[in-house]
């Protein structure tokens, strides 16, 4: 495959330059946004060919686009890109594991990522051990000498517990293994795992990336060229590459991501330090109010758009706020623009045993809270009317 030159050659070096000239051409004549190649194949001049695009479950030229961009926001070269997040994990995964290996995950992650390491990789031979990545003793206690994979997301999801990513890093290649660090609810624009040392970052680019609810998508991302090549391989021959629709629409989306994700980002903090005072409210997950020095040190200059918080009259009281909203979207999502509630315990972890949620902090008077750009005022309106509602019940 012919190697392409990464974006971050250009002249462009700071993210919001980046993510607004994202894909855009510069060549006279050349069109200004990404077309949309919209083909299965490629013509060749000759069997002896070595065109950089052959067959789009390879590779495709509005795909190209995208994982120049992606790799090039974290100093890196270009991304593999992927038809879902999961479809990313389990590429990755797949390249870096075989039967009789270990890896040690946080606790508090995607049930998804739950899912596909103890449904689907767990009959294959390869087993999980889930721990609270946010104490870097546990981690280190759970390592083997058949471990090869550290895989954390931080801020969890969705307690938005803080992991120490240079801690982890340390202990994961100590014991030879590659931390992987799922990267979705900041971003590079907030968090630069690679800089924390971590070897790959997975992100669902379905959420703030394209940021619209309209493209599916995952990416990996990582400095090891021949690793990166690996996973390429994996994505060839499982054929879960995007498709040039979503790569492009997920372009679109992450011209404004660095203007959204901030903006959003400062609601979110408003909004969790007024939850907190709430009286129907017993706890607010949100990484400034949990690990703020940490925080502080490892994200770039914000804590992103997503919170938790857990309701005092546990599941009824989250069943009645959340059929009591009106503004805010009950939907199985996070990073658009509007803002979406979810209620983690039947939703996204839903997969997950009792007890699994427990562990990881999924309590079933949890909601999980995607702050979008509607203001403030209405969002928080929203939440007090539905407040209303539960307190009226419990009074009866």
């Given at each position: 495959m012919t190697t392409r030159p990464t974006a971050s050659a250009s002249s462009f070096t700071s993210i919001d330059s980046l993510c607004c000239r994202a894909g855009a051409g510069f060549a006279d004549g050349q069109p200004l946004v990404t077309p949309i190649v919209q083909s299965t194949t490629f013509c060749r001049e000759g069997v002896d060919s070595r065109a950089e695009h052959q067959y789009s479950r390879v590779s495709n030229p509005t795909v190209s686009a995208l994982e120049d961009v992606l790799g090039a926001l974290e100093g890196a070269p270009p991304a593999v890109c992927f038809a879902t997040g999961l479809a990313a994990e389990t590429a990755l995964l797949l390249a870096l594991l075989k039967a009789g290996d270990h890896v040690v995950c946080g606790r508090a992650v995607y049930g998804g990522t739950t899912r596909l390491l103890q449904q689907v990789l767990g009959p294959l031979g390869i087993e999980a051990t889930f721990v609270d990545s946010t104490s870097p003793a546990a981690v280190a206690g759970a390592v083997t000498s058949r471990t090869r994979v550290v895989f954390i997301e931080t801020p969890a999801?969705?307690?938005?517990?803080?992991?120490?990513?240079?801690?982890?890093?340390?202990?994961?290649?100590?014991?030879?293994?590659?931390?992987?660090?799922?990267?979705?609810f900041l971003t590079p624009?907030?968090?630069q795992p690679l800089e924390l040392g971590a070897d790959l970052t997975v992100t669902s680019t379905t959420k703030f990336i394209d940021g619209h609810s309209v493209a599916p998508g995952g990416a990996v991302v990582t400095r090891d060229a021949a690793l990166a090549e690996r996973i390429r391989f994996v994505r060839k021959s499982t054929g879960a590459i995007q498709t040039p629709q979503h790569a492009w629409l997920t372009l679109q989306g992450l011209k404004t991501l660095p203007l959204r994700l901030r903006a959003q980002s400062a609601s979110a903090t408003t909004l969790a330090h007024w939850l907190a005072a709430q009286a129907a409210v017993a706890r607010v997950h949100y990484p400034s109010l949990g690990d703020p020095e940490l925080a502080e040190a490892q994200h770039l200059g914000a804590h992103?758009?997503?919170?938790?918080?857990e309701l005092l009259g546990g599941l009824s009281a989250?069943?009645?706020?959340?059929?009591?909203?009106?503004?805010?979207r009950l939907v199985e999502h996070v990073g658009s623009v509007e803002t979406l509630v979810t209620h983690p315990a039947s939703m996204t972890h839903a997969d997950l045993t009792v007890e699994a949620r427990a562990a990881a902090g999924v309590r079933d008077g949890l909601l999980r809270l995607s702050v979008g750009l509607e203001s403030i005022a209405d969002i928080r309106a929203d939440l007090e009317s539905a407040f209303a509602t539960v307190t009226a019940e419990v009074a009866r």
């Amino acid at each position: 495959m012919t190697t392409r030159p990464t974006a971050s050659a250009s002249s462009f070096t700071s993210i919001d330059s980046l993510c607004c000239r994202a894909g855009a051409g510069f060549a006279d004549g050349q069109p200004l946004v990404t077309p949309i190649v919209q083909s299965t194949t490629f013509c060749r001049e000759g069997v002896d060919s070595r065109a950089e695009h052959q067959y789009s479950r390879v590779s495709n030229p509005t795909v190209s686009a995208l994982e120049d961009v992606l790799g090039a926001l974290e100093g890196a070269p270009p991304a593999v890109c992927f038809a879902t997040g999961l479809a990313a994990e389990t590429a990755l995964l797949l390249a870096l594991l075989k039967a009789g290996d270990h890896v040690v995950c946080g606790r508090a992650v995607y049930g998804g990522t739950t899912r596909l390491l103890q449904q689907v990789l767990g009959p294959l031979g390869i087993e999980a051990t889930f721990v609270d990545s946010t104490s870097p003793a546990a981690v280190a206690g759970a390592v083997t000498s058949r471990t090869r994979v550290v895989f954390i997301e931080t801020p969890a999801n969705p307690t938005l517990e803080v992991t120490d990513v240079r801690a982890v890093a340390a202990i994961a290649h100590r014991a030879g293994a590659r931390l992987v660090v799922d990267n979705t609810f900041l971003t590079p624009v907030l968090q630069q795992p690679l800089e924390l040392g971590a070897d790959l970052t997975v992100t669902s680019t379905t959420k703030f990336i394209d940021g619209h609810s309209v493209a599916p998508g995952g990416a990996v991302v990582t400095r090891d060229a021949a690793l990166a090549e690996r996973i390429r391989f994996v994505r060839k021959s499982t054929g879960a590459i995007q498709t040039p629709q979503h790569a492009w629409l997920t372009l679109q989306g992450l011209k404004t991501l660095p203007l959204r994700l901030r903006a959003q980002s400062a609601s979110a903090t408003t909004l969790a330090h007024w939850l907190a005072a709430q009286a129907a409210v017993a706890r607010v997950h949100y990484p400034s109010l949990g690990d703020p020095e940490l925080a502080e040190a490892q994200h770039l200059g914000a804590h992103g758009a997503v919170l938790s918080f857990e309701l005092l009259g546990g599941l009824s009281a989250a069943r009645q706020v959340a059929g009591a909203l009106r503004l805010c979207r009950l939907v199985e999502h996070v990073g658009s623009v509007e803002t979406l509630v979810t209620h983690p315990a039947s939703m996204t972890h839903a997969d997950l045993t009792v007890e699994a949620r427990a562990a990881a902090g999924v309590r079933d008077g949890l909601l999980r809270l995607s702050v979008g750009l509607e203001s403030i005022a209405d969002i928080r309106a929203d939440l007090e009317s539905a407040f209303a509602t539960v307190t009226a019940e419990v009074a009866r």
